[in-house]
């Protein structure tokens, strides 16, 4: 079974470009979320979908972050425009059913590096 | 707001040794999920082990076991005869509901 995908693995920008990250998520599970992963710390969740649902976002800057999940499967997020505090590992994680029975699994994560 | 404190920042371990990473979560919660994930240099999260609160007996996963005191809101983990690969980031993480709270890591070194 396929793991979670996620691309790009790395990307650099300099500061006030946009920037898109990817992500596949395990076949057939239908929650998706987006973490945010500091250097030295743990993932913060940004944004939890249920299908193409965004059911979590409290915790998304939504001034220049954004996300889409079409057709519930795929998700993209976006930065626009990026900040040089935005450098960080972007993790995308799934689970079967969004419960807190499920175990989230995880992509390798986007390392993004603001210039 | 739950919050997740791994107080050890580094560990090392002898190989073929035990070592224990200890982990303290705040909840007022009484029926929540704790786990222990592993991330090593190429960033994948990968699930070690979960507990769930409302059962006594700690988890174990071959090498790896949890000692779980609900009271003492603990939750550590124990590694037997660690192995070159055990060396990365471990974060213990809380779930109640749909809310994941992570610590903020420990690093785990690996002495051949």
């Known amino acids: 079974e396929a793991g979670v995908v996620q691309s790009p693995r790395y990307k650099i920008i300099e500061k006030k470009q946009p920037v898109a990250f990817w992500c596949n998520p395990i076949?057939?599970?239908?929650?998706l979320y987006w973490y945010l992963q500091n250097l030295g710390q743990g993932p913060e969740l940004l944004i939890r979908?249920?299908?193409?649902?965004?059911?979590?976002d409290s915790q998304l800057p939504k001034d220049r972050f954004s996300a889409e999940r079409l057709k519930g499967v795929d998700s993209t997020l976006k930065i626009q425009p990026a900040e040089l505090g935005d450098s960080a590992v972007y993790l995308c994680?799934?689970?079967?059913?969004?419960?807190?029975?499920?175990?989230?699994?995880f992509g390798p994560g986007t390392r993004l590096t603001v210039l | 707001a739950q919050t997740v404190t791994q107080s050890q920042p580094e560990m090392s371990v002898q190989e073929a040794e035990t070592v224990t990473l200890s982990c303290t979560y705040d909840?007022?919660?009484?029926?929540?999920?704790l786990f222990w994930y592993k991330q090593p240099p190429s960033r994948q999260m990968i699930l070690v082990i979960r507990?769930?609160?409302?059962?006594?007996q700690n988890a174990t996963e071959n090498r790896f076991s949890v000692n779980f005191q609900k009271a003492a809101k603990s939750f550590s983990l124990k590694i037997s005869d660690s192995q070159l690969g055990d060396a990365a980031m471990y974060f213990c993480?809380?779930?109640?509901?749909?809310?994941?709270?992570f610590g903020a890591g420990t690093r785990l070194t690996v002495k051949p």
């Open positions: 909840t007022s919660e009484s029926d929540y999920y």
């Open positions: 994680a799934s689970s079967s059913a969004g419960l807190s029975t499920d175990t989230q699994y």
């Open positions: 979908y249920e299908n193409e649902e965004a059911v979590d």
């Open positions: 507990q769930e609160a409302y059962k006594q």
């Open positions: 076949s057939g599970h239908n929650t």
């Open positions: 993480a809380y779930r109640w509901g749909n809310d994941m709270r």
